[in-house]
């Protein structure tokens, strides 16, 4: 037997590394693979959000435009604080089944509702220095999801618990070139970090490089399947182990705006908001369990792993490029006097996260990258406002939100689908200066259908059935 496994480490440790590495990278990764719509987070304004953000920079009156569209503060007569908090319900399971390289069913169950409830808080001030110049600042959280499915699922080896957050601080400032046109910009600090964790099928691994060295010509197929029954008897299927990945980066951004008065009743704005590119910086830990950890400190398998520089599934540090995208947003709105309604268009560049590639610092882990291919992906909104009387106003609101994933690049971390949302909401002016808002609304998501595969080849076959519910409250005050 030792014979056997001398033989087989040494025709096939490039093979080795690269599907060790492999298995870091699909941890990795999969959270970029989850944003998108599904981590987009249009989430900073219990007033937009009543009427599912049409009109979220033209409707007048909201503060959160000092991050959304800088231009529109010239509506903003004055000095205003608001705070605002959304708990935003997401629910979502999965049904169907799961294979490893070699076509075993993998044992467990459907992993629950890895859904979760998490609060988005925003802040935002702005004041006027002059008749023309207007500055602001905001804290926001534009991308952001988290899901956590149970220990023992079926998909176990795509994901567990998947927790991505960027989080912005905004510095804006207008000028009204006219009375009815004004220009505005923004820059942008971001923090993004992720925290995944995911199952590693150690037996997998080792059936998967036994296959590749038969294939690729470095074993014979019948020393081949000799050694598939010494790992199946070493690393028998359940021998897994967990790996953690955290890292997070800054990076700065910046955002230019416009906003039109067309007449005296209506009102037109265009943003666009850069990308933000990152490099995550993190680590990676790895639990394993006992028969793997004498193999890999064995007599036989030690020495190989010490002349690669390195023992895989060891902590290491390591690094990944990533970009949070471009967003362009035109916005509309129509005033009359008992009622205001109007309409938002945004487009989402997904379509520049091609690829992920990971470099590592312990050298037997080489780089690696896994394809995306993502495309560019449109929110439409249309809304309006009811002035019941001086002191309340009603609103109610639909959206579109497409997603930029497809059934080939789709994953459980989260499984996005083209939404639509029914909203609802209004204002209670208290006083002059102050005033309240709250809003619901409601996310139906078309049924995600996947064919995941992880790194070390375990297919996950089904879809997931989601859905979302948001509250939002926010206190305005004018100083």
């Given at each position: 037997?030792?014979?056997?496994?001398?033989?087989?480490?040494?025709?096939?440790r490039?093979?080795?590394?690269?599907?060790?590495?492999?298995?870091?990278?699909?941890?990795?990764?999969?959270?970029?693979?989850?944003?998108?719509?599904?981590?987009?987070?249009?989430?900073?304004?219990?007033?937009?959000?009543?009427?599912?953000?049409?009109?979220?920079?033209?409707?007048?009156?909201?503060?959160?435009?000092?991050?959304?569209?800088?231009?529109?503060?010239?509506?903003?007569?004055?000095?205003?604080?608001?705070?605002?908090?959304?708990?935003i319900?997401?629910g979502?399971?999965?049904?169907?089944?799961?294979?490893?390289?070699?076509?075993?069913?993998?044992?467990?169950?459907?992993?629950?509702?890895?859904?979760?409830?998490?609060?988005?808080?925003?802040?935002?001030f702005?004041?006027?220095?002059?008749?023309?110049?207007?500055?602001g600042?905001?804290?926001?959280?534009?991308?952001?999801?988290?899901t956590?499915?149970?220990?023992?699922?079926?998909?176990?080896?795509?994901?567990?618990?998947?927790?991505?957050?960027?989080?912005?601080?905004?510095?804006?400032?207008?000028?009204?070139?006219?009375?009815?046109?004004?220009?505005?910009?923004?820059g942008?600090?971001?923090?993004?970090?992720?925290?995944?964790?995911?199952?590693?099928?150690?037996?997998?691994?080792g059936?998967g490089?036994?296959?590749?060295?038969?294939?690729?010509?470095?074993?014979?197929?019948?020393?081949?399947?000799?050694?598939?029954?010494?790992?199946?008897?070493?690393?028998?299927?359940?021998?897994?182990?967990?790996?953690?990945?955290?890292?997070?980066?800054?990076?700065?951004?910046?955002?230019?705006?416009?906003?039109?008065?067309?007449?005296?009743?209506?009102?037109?704005?265009?943003?666009?908001?850069?990308?933000?590119?990152?490099?995550?910086?993190?680590?990676?830990?790895?639990?394993?369990?006992?028969?793997?950890?004498?193999?890999?400190?064995?007599?036989?398998?030690?020495?190989?792993?010490?002349?690669?520089?390195?023992?895989?599934?060891?902590?290491?540090?390591?690094?990944?490029?990533?970009?949070?995208?471009?967003?362009?947003?035109a916005?509309?709105?129509?005033?009359?006097?008992?009622?205001?309604?109007?309409?938002?268009?945004?487009?989402?560049?997904?379509?520049?996260?091609?690829?992920?590639?990971?470099?590592?610092?312990?050298?037997?882990?080489?780089?690696?990258?896994?394809?995306?291919?993502?495309?560019?992906?449109?929110?439409?909104?249309?809304?309006?406002?009811?002035?019941?009387?001086?002191?309340?106003?009603?609103?109610?609101?639909l959206?579109?939100?497409?997603?930029?994933?497809?059934?080939?690049?789709?994953?459980?971390r989260?499984?996005?689908?083209?939404?639509?949302?029914v909203?609802?909401?209004?204002?209670?002016?208290?006083?002059?200066?102050?005033?309240?808002?709250?809003?619901?609304?409601?996310?139906?998501?078309?049924?995600?259908?996947?064919?995941?595969?992880?790194?070390?080849?375990?297919?996950?076959?089904?879809?997931?059935?989601?859905?979302?519910?948001?509250?939002?409250?926010?206190?305005?005050?004018?100083?």
């Amino acid at each position: 037997m030792q014979m056997s496994f001398r033989h087989f480490s040494r025709a096939g440790r490039p093979l080795t590394l690269a599907a060790l590495s492999l298995a870091i990278l699909g941890s990795l990764a999969a959270p970029q693979r989850a944003e998108a719509s599904a981590f987009q987070l249009h989430e900073d304004s219990a007033k937009a959000m009543g009427r599912a953000y049409a009109g979220s920079a033209t409707a007048g009156g909201d503060v959160s435009v000092v991050a959304n569209n800088p231009a529109a503060m010239t509506e903003l007569k004055g000095t205003y604080f608001q705070a605002d908090v959304t708990a935003i319900n997401f629910g979502t399971k999965f049904s169907g089944t799961a294979h490893d390289v070699l076509g075993r069913p993998i044992s467990g169950g459907n992993g629950g509702d890895a859904g979760t409830t998490m609060p988005v808080p925003a802040l935002f001030f702005a004041t006027q220095l002059s008749d023309k110049w207007h500055v602001g600042g905001a804290f926001t959280v534009p991308f952001g999801f988290q899901t956590e499915y149970e220990q023992n699922w079926i998909g176990r080896y795509n994901a567990l618990k998947s927790k991505f957050t960027s989080l912005d601080g905004t510095l804006s400032v207008s000028y009204d070139v006219s009375d009815n046109f004004a220009l505005g910009l923004s820059g942008i600090a971001q923090k993004t970090s992720a925290e995944l964790t995911s199952a590693i099928n150690y037996n997998a691994v080792g059936l998967g490089l036994v296959n590749q060295a038969v294939m690729a010509g470095a074993l014979p197929p019948a020393m081949g399947q000799a050694l598939a029954q010494q790992v199946n008897l070493i690393v028998p299927p359940g021998s897994d182990g967990i790996a953690r990945i955290k890292g997070d980066d800054w990076a700065y951004g910046w955002q230019v705006g416009a906003f039109w008065k067309i007449t005296p009743n209506d009102k037109l704005a265009l943003d666009y908001r850069s990308k933000i590119s990152h490099t995550i910086q993190g680590t990676a830990n790895f639990s394993m369990p006992a028969n793997v950890a004498a193999l890999l400190s064995s007599p036989t398998v030690a020495p190989l792993l010490a002349g690669a520089g390195g023992v895989p599934f060891t902590h290491t540090d390591g690094t990944a490029p990533f970009t949070t995208p471009a967003v362009a947003t035109a916005s509309y709105w129509h005033q009359a006097e008992k009622f205001g309604f109007g309409a938002d268009v945004a487009w989402t560049k997904w379509d520049s996260f091609k690829n992920l590639t990971v470099y590592y610092s312990n050298p037997a882990q080489p780089t690696t990258t896994e394809v995306f291919n993502w495309k560019n992906s449109w929110y439409v909104s249309i809304g309006g406002d009811y002035y019941l009387n001086d002191k309340v106003t009603l609103r109610a609101g639909l959206a579109l939100d497409t997603t930029p994933t497809s059934t080939a690049t789709r994953d459980p971390r989260v499984p996005d689908g083209t939404r639509q949302l029914v909203s609802f909401g209004g204002t209670y002016k208290a006083t002059e200066h102050f005033e309240l808002n709250a809003s619901y609304a409601h996310i139906f998501v078309n049924k995600a259908r996947m064919n995941a595969v992880s790194s070390t080849g375990d297919v996950l076959s089904g879809s997931s059935d989601d859905y979302g519910n948001l509250l939002s409250l926010s206190a305005q005050y004018k100083f």
